[in-house]
Protein backbone atom coordinates (compact mmCIF):
# COMPACT_ATOMS: atom_id res chain seq x y z
CA UNK A 1 0.00 0.00 0.00
CA UNK A 2 3.14 2.16 0.84
CA UNK A 3 5.01 1.53 -2.63
CA UNK A 4 1.25 2.66 -4.51
CA UNK A 5 1.04 5.93 -2.83
CA UNK A 6 4.84 6.41 -3.33
CA UNK A 7 3.85 5.61 -7.32
CA UNK A 8 1.28 8.06 -7.25
CA UNK A 9 3.41 10.92 -5.85
CA UNK A 10 5.92 9.68 -7.98
CA UNK A 11 3.21 10.67 -11.07
CA UNK A 12 2.07 13.93 -9.79
CA UNK A 13 6.32 14.86 -9.83
CA UNK A 14 5.97 13.53 -13.18
CA UNK A 15 3.33 16.05 -14.26
CA UNK A 16 5.13 18.48 -12.70
CA UNK A 17 8.49 17.65 -14.51
CA UNK A 18 6.11 18.26 -17.98
CA UNK A 19 5.87 21.14 -17.35
CA UNK A 20 9.22 22.37 -16.66
CA UNK A 21 10.63 20.60 -19.65
CA UNK A 22 8.67 22.16 -22.06
CA UNK A 23 8.97 25.98 -20.09
CA UNK A 24 12.07 26.02 -19.31
CA UNK A 25 13.88 26.38 -23.09
CA UNK A 26 11.32 28.64 -23.31
CA UNK A 27 11.57 31.23 -20.69
CA UNK A 28 8.49 30.97 -19.31
CA UNK A 29 8.04 30.34 -15.75
CA UNK A 30 6.54 27.10 -13.92
CA UNK A 31 4.93 28.85 -11.34
CA UNK A 32 2.45 31.67 -12.08
CA UNK A 33 0.89 30.58 -15.23
CA UNK A 34 -1.27 27.67 -15.37
CA UNK A 35 -1.53 25.24 -18.03
CA UNK A 36 -2.65 25.44 -21.40
CA UNK A 37 -3.02 23.90 -24.39
CA UNK A 38 0.10 24.89 -26.94
CA UNK A 39 -2.08 24.51 -30.19
CA UNK A 40 -4.88 26.86 -29.17
CA UNK A 41 -4.00 28.33 -25.93
CA UNK A 42 -7.50 27.53 -23.94
CA UNK A 43 -6.42 27.22 -20.19
CA UNK A 44 -6.99 23.94 -18.79
CA UNK A 45 -9.42 22.70 -16.50
CA UNK A 46 -8.23 20.89 -13.19
CA UNK A 47 -9.29 17.40 -14.22
CA UNK A 48 -7.48 17.56 -17.60
CA UNK A 49 -4.27 17.81 -15.46
CA UNK A 50 -4.63 14.21 -13.67
CA UNK A 51 -1.20 12.61 -14.02
CA UNK A 52 -1.76 9.52 -17.12
CA UNK A 53 -5.45 9.04 -16.91
CA UNK A 54 -6.17 12.60 -18.72
CA UNK A 55 -4.01 12.06 -21.77
CA UNK A 56 -6.05 8.13 -21.71
CA UNK A 57 -9.50 9.97 -21.09
CA UNK A 58 -9.02 12.57 -23.64
CA UNK A 59 -7.31 9.86 -26.18
CA UNK A 60 -3.98 11.74 -26.68
CA UNK A 61 -6.27 14.92 -27.57
CA UNK A 62 -7.04 18.31 -26.56
CA UNK A 63 -10.60 19.10 -25.02
CA UNK A 64 -10.93 22.08 -26.82
CA UNK A 65 -9.07 22.08 -29.95
CA UNK A 66 -8.61 18.68 -30.68
CA UNK A 67 -5.28 18.63 -31.21
CA UNK A 68 -2.99 15.80 -30.50
CA UNK A 69 -1.10 15.53 -27.32
CA UNK A 70 2.43 14.82 -27.46
CA UNK A 71 3.09 10.92 -25.80
CA UNK A 72 5.42 13.10 -24.01
CA UNK A 73 3.35 13.64 -21.33
CA UNK A 74 2.27 10.21 -20.23
CA UNK A 75 5.73 8.90 -20.98
CA UNK A 76 7.24 11.37 -18.11
CA UNK A 77 4.83 10.71 -15.35
CA UNK A 78 4.94 7.27 -15.89
CA UNK A 79 8.12 6.92 -15.76
CA UNK A 80 8.85 9.57 -12.95
CA UNK A 81 6.10 7.10 -10.69
CA UNK A 82 8.53 4.21 -12.07
CA UNK A 83 11.60 5.95 -10.39
CA UNK A 84 9.65 6.88 -7.01
CA UNK A 85 8.97 3.20 -6.72
CA UNK A 86 12.17 2.05 -7.25
CA UNK A 87 13.56 4.29 -4.94
CA UNK A 88 11.66 3.65 -2.40
CA UNK A 89 11.88 -0.22 -2.82
CA UNK A 90 15.49 -0.16 -2.47
CA UNK A 91 15.91 2.23 0.38
CA UNK A 92 12.45 2.78 1.53
CA UNK A 93 10.34 5.29 2.46
CA UNK A 94 12.54 8.60 3.90
CA UNK A 95 13.99 11.70 3.09
CA UNK A 96 17.37 10.94 1.66
CA UNK A 97 15.66 8.10 -0.67
CA UNK A 98 12.77 11.39 -1.55
CA UNK A 99 16.28 13.59 -2.76
CA UNK A 100 17.56 10.47 -4.61
CA UNK A 101 14.14 10.28 -6.61
CA UNK A 102 14.10 13.87 -7.10
CA UNK A 103 17.83 14.15 -8.42
CA UNK A 104 16.88 11.34 -11.05
CA UNK A 105 13.54 13.26 -11.78
CA UNK A 106 16.15 16.16 -12.42
CA UNK A 107 18.58 13.62 -14.86
CA UNK A 108 14.84 12.83 -16.82
CA UNK A 109 14.12 16.43 -17.32
CA UNK A 110 17.93 17.31 -18.55
CA UNK A 111 17.62 14.16 -20.68
CA UNK A 112 14.42 15.42 -22.44
CA UNK A 113 15.54 18.91 -22.91
CA UNK A 114 19.24 17.86 -24.21
CA UNK A 115 17.57 15.58 -26.72
CA UNK A 116 15.14 17.99 -28.02
CA UNK A 117 16.78 21.66 -27.79
CA UNK A 118 20.69 20.31 -27.68
CA UNK A 119 20.85 21.84 -24.65
CA UNK A 120 21.14 21.38 -20.84
CA UNK A 121 19.82 24.11 -18.23
CA UNK A 122 22.48 25.16 -15.54
CA UNK A 123 19.45 25.51 -13.12
CA UNK A 124 18.12 22.25 -13.40
CA UNK A 125 21.71 20.93 -13.27
CA UNK A 126 22.40 22.69 -10.00
CA UNK A 127 19.34 21.09 -8.57
CA UNK A 128 20.41 17.55 -9.37
CA UNK A 129 23.35 17.77 -7.86
CA UNK A 130 21.94 19.71 -4.90
CA UNK A 131 19.36 16.37 -4.50
CA UNK A 132 22.03 14.04 -4.84
CA UNK A 133 24.65 15.58 -2.47
CA UNK A 134 22.28 16.15 0.34
CA UNK A 135 20.81 12.41 -0.19
CA UNK A 136 22.84 11.52 2.88
CA UNK A 137 22.15 9.39 6.00
CA UNK A 138 24.47 11.31 7.60
CA UNK A 139 27.13 14.25 7.93
CA UNK A 140 29.79 11.69 7.11
CA UNK A 141 27.90 10.73 3.80
CA UNK A 142 26.86 14.09 3.09
CA UNK A 143 30.84 14.98 3.13
CA UNK A 144 31.42 11.50 0.91
CA UNK A 145 28.96 12.59 -1.78
CA UNK A 146 30.61 15.88 -2.12
CA UNK A 147 33.87 14.58 -2.16
CA UNK A 148 32.93 12.19 -5.16
CA UNK A 149 30.57 15.16 -7.46
CA UNK A 150 33.89 17.00 -7.20
CA UNK A 151 36.21 14.27 -7.98
CA UNK A 152 33.97 13.61 -11.14
CA UNK A 153 33.55 17.26 -12.11
CA UNK A 154 37.27 17.70 -11.88
CA UNK A 155 38.00 14.51 -13.99
CA UNK A 156 35.23 15.26 -16.45
CA UNK A 157 36.62 18.67 -16.63
CA UNK A 158 40.32 17.02 -17.37
CA UNK A 159 38.85 14.70 -19.95
CA UNK A 160 37.00 17.24 -21.85
CA UNK A 161 40.27 19.43 -21.94
CA UNK A 162 42.34 16.65 -23.12
CA UNK A 163 40.24 15.35 -25.72
CA UNK A 164 39.15 19.14 -27.23
CA UNK A 165 42.80 19.44 -27.43
CA UNK A 166 43.30 16.41 -29.21
CA UNK A 167 40.90 17.02 -31.63
CA UNK A 168 41.87 20.49 -32.50
CA UNK A 169 45.43 19.53 -32.67
CA UNK A 170 44.21 16.97 -35.36
CA UNK A 171 42.19 19.40 -37.26
CA UNK A 172 45.41 22.36 -37.50
CA UNK A 173 47.90 19.31 -38.41
CA UNK A 174 45.50 18.65 -41.07
CA UNK A 175 45.09 22.19 -41.71
CA UNK A 176 49.00 22.86 -41.88
CA UNK A 177 49.20 20.75 -45.46
CA UNK A 178 46.86 23.01 -47.21
CA UNK A 179 49.11 25.97 -46.28
CA UNK A 180 50.83 28.34 -48.61
CA UNK A 181 53.16 31.52 -48.87
CA UNK A 182 49.96 33.39 -48.47
CA UNK A 183 48.39 32.37 -45.48
CA UNK A 184 51.11 30.48 -43.14
CA UNK A 185 51.18 33.28 -41.03
CA UNK A 186 47.42 32.74 -40.48
CA UNK A 187 45.45 30.26 -38.34
CA UNK A 188 42.27 29.82 -38.26
CA UNK A 189 41.19 26.83 -36.79
CA UNK A 190 38.62 26.87 -34.67
CA UNK A 191 39.12 25.45 -30.99
CA UNK A 192 36.64 22.15 -30.69
CA UNK A 193 34.68 21.07 -27.86
CA UNK A 194 34.75 17.62 -27.13
CA UNK A 195 32.25 18.20 -24.30
CA UNK A 196 29.40 20.47 -23.11
CA UNK A 197 29.95 21.99 -19.78
CA UNK A 198 26.51 20.14 -19.27
CA UNK A 199 27.81 16.65 -19.37
CA UNK A 200 30.68 17.62 -16.40
CA UNK A 201 27.79 18.41 -14.03
CA UNK A 202 25.98 15.29 -14.53
CA UNK A 203 29.28 13.78 -13.82
CA UNK A 204 29.45 15.25 -10.21
CA UNK A 205 25.17 13.98 -10.29
CA UNK A 206 26.72 11.05 -10.99
CA UNK A 207 29.86 10.26 -8.63
CA UNK A 208 26.82 12.18 -5.92
CA UNK A 209 24.78 9.59 -6.28
CA UNK A 210 26.95 6.19 -7.11
CA UNK A 211 29.88 6.52 -5.57
CA UNK A 212 33.63 5.82 -7.13
CA UNK A 213 33.29 2.71 -8.54
CA UNK A 214 29.31 2.49 -10.01
CA UNK A 215 30.09 5.95 -11.46
CA UNK A 216 33.12 4.36 -13.49
CA UNK A 217 30.98 1.42 -14.41
CA UNK A 218 28.29 4.08 -15.10
CA UNK A 219 30.30 5.78 -17.53
CA UNK A 220 32.09 3.27 -19.38
CA UNK A 221 27.80 1.66 -20.23
CA UNK A 222 26.97 5.11 -21.10
CA UNK A 223 29.67 4.94 -23.76
CA UNK A 224 28.61 1.53 -24.81
CA UNK A 225 24.80 2.74 -24.87
CA UNK A 226 25.67 5.73 -27.68
CA UNK A 227 28.77 3.99 -29.52
CA UNK A 228 25.61 2.48 -31.80
CA UNK A 229 24.07 5.79 -32.05
CA UNK A 230 27.27 7.25 -33.13
CA UNK A 231 28.00 4.35 -35.43
CA UNK A 232 24.71 5.47 -37.33
CA UNK A 233 24.82 8.89 -37.60
CA UNK A 234 28.67 8.68 -38.79
CA UNK A 235 27.98 9.76 -42.42
CA UNK A 236 25.31 12.32 -41.52
CA UNK A 237 25.87 16.25 -41.75
CA UNK A 238 27.66 17.84 -38.49
CA UNK A 239 24.44 19.25 -37.05
CA UNK A 240 23.12 15.40 -37.12
CA UNK A 241 26.89 14.11 -35.33
CA UNK A 242 25.64 16.24 -32.31
CA UNK A 243 24.43 13.72 -30.45
CA UNK A 244 23.29 14.64 -27.06
CA UNK A 245 25.03 12.79 -24.27
CA UNK A 246 23.24 13.36 -21.00
CA UNK A 247 20.32 11.15 -22.11
CA UNK A 248 23.23 8.20 -21.98
CA UNK A 249 24.80 9.24 -19.14
CA UNK A 250 21.43 9.72 -16.84
CA UNK A 251 19.85 6.16 -18.34
CA UNK A 252 23.59 4.68 -17.52
CA UNK A 253 23.00 6.26 -14.01
CA UNK A 254 19.48 5.06 -12.92
CA UNK A 255 20.86 1.29 -14.87
CA UNK A 256 23.68 1.27 -12.87
CA UNK A 257 21.74 2.26 -9.52
CA UNK A 258 19.01 -0.51 -9.94
CA UNK A 259 21.58 -3.13 -10.03
CA UNK A 260 24.19 -1.79 -8.13
CA UNK A 261 24.58 -4.42 -5.17
CA UNK A 262 25.55 -7.44 -7.56
CA UNK A 263 27.73 -4.93 -9.63
CA UNK A 264 29.37 -3.82 -6.28
CA UNK A 265 29.83 -7.55 -5.89
CA UNK A 266 30.88 -8.51 -9.08
CA UNK A 267 33.93 -5.96 -8.37
CA UNK A 268 34.87 -6.63 -5.34
CA UNK A 269 34.95 -10.52 -6.07
CA UNK A 270 37.21 -9.52 -9.32
CA UNK A 271 39.33 -6.71 -8.46
Known amino acids: MELSFVFIF ?5 SFLNVVILRIPKEESVVF ?20 FSWIFLRGKCSFCKSRISIQ ?10 IFLAVA ?29 KMVPDSLNLLAITFAVFAAWSIEG ?3 NLQNALLFAGGFTLLRFALSYYMTSSVYR ?7 SWNRHYDRTP ?7 GDIMVAATMGALLGVKLTLVAVFLSALLALPVMILVMNKSQEEQRVPFVPFLALATFIVFLYQSPILAYIEANY
Not at 10 to 14: D, E, I, R, S, T
Not at 39 to 46: R, V, Y
Not at 77 to 82: A, N, P
Not at 191 to 197: D, K, L, N, T, V
Open 10 to 14: GLLFG
Open 33 to 52: EGSYCYSCGSKLKPWHNIPL
Open 73 to 82: YPLVELTSGL
Open 89 to 117: SIYGISLPAFFIALSFLMLLALSMIDFKY
Open 142 to 144: FIL
Open 174 to 180: AGLKTKT
Open 191 to 197: FIEAMGE
